[in-house]
């Protein structure tokens, strides 16, 4: 299929069960035949006249109930102009595509906040006291996440990109022997360290450099006594802040490696049954403590 400039495009879709049955999402990944580093995610004028309770008339609906009196106090120029036009987008399917008409999230959630708005003002009519009662509802729904994570993740978007997100961190944020043993982990190790740590996915980390610290803290800090300090001085850093030879140089398949998997099976088993990041360091730091002591680790030197 031929792409056309300009034109946008979305790969995934997905029910979205926390809005009500009936509503799809959208990830605009692309456009005009280039993909997008951060990709919008919409709702269809359907799927937005269903999560109000609109399902009879469709999407159409949506942007004439939005408009009449009573609502339409609530829904200020900038919004109304939003509203007025949709993206026009299309989503493609395995030999084919088809257009859809759409908003993006944050615009629906500001129809939620405006249909309070006009309740607390008193401005809506009797019979459409029913969308504040829903758009209460969905915002509480919400409450504890974003509807963009919601729509990452039910399409699958993240789980489709999070393999080249965690290699370009380890790449960019780790160094040396870090980086190389870092990209043997298993991918479970990946998943559950940003869980437990408290973010949906490595795409919402606004500062990557974090993994670095995260795997230095709970892995090489951890390990053997002195693992660090040990590597760095067999391999120091020279006048040029850079070091003579990488790291892993300095590691074998028989000295440092059987080890590192034996801890990382610990550490993910504490991921598992912690709830939260607090937690989770807390049994670390009282099972697996780091080592301040200088050890002479047995590292091949040749």
Not at 36 to 52: D, I, M, N, T
Not at 239 to 258: A, D, I, N, V
Request: glycine fraction near 8%; aromatic fraction near 10%.
């Amino acid at each position: 299929m031929t792409k056309d400039s300009g034109t946008i495009y979305s790969h995934y879709r997905a029910p979205i069960a926390q809005l009500g049955d009936g509503v799809e999402a959208y990830v605009l990944d692309e456009v005009g035949g280039e993909k997008q580093e951060k990709p919008r995610c919409v709702l269809s004028k359907r799927g937005c006249a269903s999560a109000l309770g609109l399902k009879s008339e469709g999407g159409s609906a949506f942007i004439r109930t939005l408009t009449r009196k009573g609502v339409g106090s609530a829904i200020g120029e900038n919004l109304r102009h939003k509203l007025e036009n949709p993206i026009i987008f299309k989503y493609i399917d395995p030999g084919s595509d088809t257009s859809v008409h759409g908003y993006e999230t944050s615009t629906f959630v500001e129809v939620l906040q405006a249909l309070l708005i006009a309740r607390r003002t008193g401005n809506l009519a009797p019979s459409q006291e029913f969308l504040a009662q829903n758009a209460e509802m969905l915002l509480v729904a919400l409450a504890n996440t974003t509807l963009d994570t919601i729509v990452y993740q039910e399409t699958g978007y993240w789980s489709v990109v999070e393999g080249q997100r965690i290699s370009e961190i380890l790449d960019k944020y780790l160094v040396d022997q870090a980086r190389k043993w870092a990209k043997t982990f298993p991918d479970e190790f990946w998943f559950k360290l940003i869980k437990v740590k408290g973010y949906p996915s490595y795409l919402a980390l606004k500062r990557p450099a974090f993994v670095g610290h995260w795997v230095n803290d709970i892995i090489y800090d951890r390990l053997v006594p002195g693992i660090r300090q040990r590597l760095n001085d067999l391999n120091p850093r020279t006048e040029t802040g850079r070091r003579k030879k990488m790291h892993h140089q300095f590691t074998s398949e028989h000295h440092g490696l059987p080890e590192l998997k034996e801890h990382l099976i610990k550490v993910m088993a504490y991921m598992d049954v912690s709830s939260n990041d607090k937690q989770f360091m807390r049994m670390l730091n009282r099972a697996l403590p780091k080592f301040n002591t200088t050890y002479e680790m047995p590292l091949d030197e040749d």
